[in-house]
């Protein structure tokens, strides 16, 4: 998509953000587990104190809550309209916000002593990486602030090509249909790039907006071939933050690596 960069996302969905997603996500395409589920496993897995980077931090849908829990977190994100929005809300104050593409951590966010205990992408964030050489750069530089017990968890959608029509024609789905609004999703996929375009389009009778995402989709198995290329090794992988087995018939994950040495 011309014009599309990293900051793209968040600066166009800032504005709405919150009342799409605030509340566990629901307007989401794709399942994701609530802001509640992700804190207390997250605060399970790095104990009392514990260091935590959040990539693509947004508003701080799950970055307040792991502060409540008595967390370290660090909080990564392109969008300086998210990160205003964060800085804005009742807490924000306890975090520690890095403006900066995720696609080299390392390059913007400094290490602690000792590195990190957790790095956490939440939500299909990862794929807002539209390049394979992005995705696994971002994968190094989590390798290097992690620290020798840490762990990288992250959440996302597992891919279904046969879903899509394999000619990458574009399709059109009806989000929302209400009495002064329509949401519609204009998406067309390209299975070789494992490429998703999408315009969210929001019409209402003062007028539309286009809310413009590119995703890179990866599978489980593609995602440990580049978490092992970073020095990153599969510890666990769950169908959801509430511990449901991964299956072949899963349609979501959330996968946990720690570093090899």
């Known amino acids: 998509m011309k014009g599309y960069d990293s900051a793209t996302y968040g600066e166009r969905y800032a504005p709405v953000y919150d009342d799409w997603y605030g509340d566990d996500a629901t ?29 693509g931090v947004g508003t ?24 205003e929005r964060l800085r804005a809300k009742a807490g924000a104050e306890r975090l520690t916000l890095v403006e900066g ?13 000792g590195g990190f205990d957790a790095v956490l992408v939440g939500f299909n964030t990862f794929f807002n990486l539209t390049t394979a050489d992005a995705q ?27 879903a899509h029509d394999p000619s990458g024609a574009g399709t059109v789905t009806v989000r929302s249909i209400e009495l002064d609004r329509v949401v519609l999703d204009v998406v ?3 299975p070789d790039a494992q490429a998703i375009t999408g315009q969210r389009i929001e019409m ?6 286009l809310l413009p995402y590119v995703l890179r989709y990866a599978t489980p198995g593609q995602l440990d071939a580049m978490a092992a290329e ?24 959330v996968s946990t690596w720690r570093p090899t040495s």
């Open 136 to 162: 696994a750069s971002c994968l190094r530089g989590v390798a290097h602030l992690l620290g020798d017990r840490g762990h990288l968890v992250l959440e996302a959608f597992v891919p279904d090509p046969g």
């Open 188 to 190: 067309a996929i390209d």
């Open 101 to 113: 593409d995720m696609a080299d951590p390392a390059a913007v966010v400094t290490r602690p002593d």
């Open 204 to 209: 209402t009778a003062d007028g539309n907006r």
């Open 230 to 253: 970073a020095g990153l090794v599969l510890v666990d992988r769950r169908q959801d933050w509430a511990g449901t087995p991964f299956t072949e018939a899963s349609t979501s994950h």
């Open 27 to 55: 307007s989401a395409v794709t399942p994701t587990g609530s802001a509640d589920e992700v804190a207390d496993h997250l605060a399970g897995l790095v104990g009392p104190g514990g260091t935590v980077l959040e990539l």
């Open 60 to 83: 701080g849908r799950l970055a307040l809550p792991l502060v409540d829990r008595g967390l370290e977190v660090t909080g990564l994100d392109a969008s300086p309209s998210m990160l």
